[in-house]
């Protein structure tokens, strides 16, 4: 199963951007970047997901790097309400077709 | 449009008994999931449906652990008997197709507590 690597835990103050790194080095050409979040209390809820190049929805940004190895999720203006666990999830479509979850990282937001 | 459902939302049991959790998918989605989230970690697969076929149980502790799909649309996951290591979150998730490249609906969970 591919790995991603995230940070523990980041902070961020309200309507700042915010940048949520992930390594995956070991990434193969077919395997998509999902990123899922999830709120106290609640179930993931989708935020974006890409495989090569750059994607952007109403809910955030997805910036992949060039040789794939990493990507970053921005969140153009923190509100409080962004506050969850984000999970970078790499999704194998030529394997299990599973979603494999991490630890993710814990996003505070300060007012 | 509704999201996914489920039910109950907290359950209490005590060592040894049976429990079931019952996930209703959104309307159309051929695809649904059962996850299982212990504390502080994220989700993990326990089956795969399509359909009505269990195409994705290697996870499922088959000893105790069951499930089931009937018509392709409502599922139960049972658990028979509970052990204390059981205490978690069980979700369920649904998507329209093979979830690869698109998302996943989750629905809120059953907090299970075994005593």
């Known amino acids: 199963d591919a790995k991603t690597t995230q940070p523990n835990s980041m902070e961020s103050n309200e309507e700042e951007p915010v940048h949520l790194p992930c390594n995956h080095s070991?990434?193969?050409?077919?395997?998509?970047i999902h990123w899922y979040r999830q709120l106290p209390s609640q179930g993931p809820e989708y935020v974006i997901h890409g495989l090569t190049s750059n994607v952007n929805n109403r809910m955030a940004s997805l910036a992949i790097a060039e040789d794939r190895k990493s990507s970053t999720l921005i969140l153009h203006r923190a509100t409080l309400r962004d506050a969850a666990v984000y999970y970078c999830?790499?999704?194998?479509?030529?394997?299990?077709?599973?979603?494999?979850f991490g630890s993710g990282t814990r996003l505070l937001v300060r007012p | 449009e509704a999201g996914v459902v489920q039910s109950p939302r907290y359950k209490i049991i005590e060592k040894k008994q049976p429990v079931a959790f019952w996930c209703n998918p959104i309307s159309g989605h051929n695809t649904l999931y059962w996850y299982r989230q212990n504390l502080g970690q994220g989700p993990e697969l326990l089956i795969r449906?399509?359909?009505?076929?269990?195409?994705?149980d290697s996870q499922l502790p088959k000893d105790r652990f069951s499930a089931e799909r009937l018509k392709g649309v409502d599922s139960t996951l049972k658990i028979q008997p509970a052990e204390l290591g059981d205490s978690a979150v069980y979700l369920c998730?649904?998507?329209?197709?093979?979830?690869?490249?698109?998302?996943?609906?989750f629905g809120p969970g059953t907090r299970l507590t075994v005593t």
């Open positions: 070991t990434i193969s050409g077919t395997d998509y």
């Open positions: 449906y399509e359909n009505e076929e269990a195409v994705d």
């Open positions: 999830i790499l999704y194998e479509t030529d394997s299990s077709y599973k979603l494999i």
């Open positions: 998730a649904s998507s329209f197709g093979v979830a690869g490249v698109s998302e996943q609906y």
